[in-house]
């Protein structure tokens, strides 16, 4: 079994604000994060693309009681790509207290943050961000 995209590799670029997906040959559907099958058709003829990491806010929460490692408050919002899948990730630089339903539908851009390891993982992780645009 090979993966074409490994998390590694995935992780490695969204350390450098690059977002790296699947582009699937059999259907022309994306696949983000990193799958073994396209999430469309579950074919497994892939290549690997770089993705713009822009799209538009579809639907987001405020977290105000964090899991244990994590400090509240901050928002967690879904993406929707211009190229068509649905990434989770933070939404930063908007005040949590502010943040209404008019961010649904705003434009975003990719960039990402390093969480540190804590005792219930493997070590540091590296999560996709997303900031508004003007």
């Given at each position: ?19 790296l ?9 994306y ?83 390093v ?13 996709a ?6």
């Open positions: 079994m090979e993966y074409k995209l490994t998390h590694k590799a995935y992780t490695s670029a969204l350390r450098e604000n690059r977002l997906g699947l582009k699937c040959n059999a259907c022309g559907g696949t983000v994060p990193p799958k073994k099958v396209c999430i469309e058709c579950a074919s497994e003829d892939l290549d690997v693309v770089e993705l713009s990491g822009r799209g538009e806010i579809r639907t987001f929460t405020v977290i105000r009681v964090a899991a244990e490692g994590f400090q509240a408050p901050y928002i967690v919002g879904i993406v929707e790509l211009d190229e068509g899948p649905w990434l989770m990730g933070n939404v930063i630089d908007v005040d949590c207290d502010e943040a209404t339903m008019d961010m649904i539908g705003r434009r975003v851009r990719l960039g990402h943050a969480i540190p390891g804590d005792k219930f993982s493997a070590g540091e992780r590296v999560t961000t997303f900031s508004l645009e003007n």
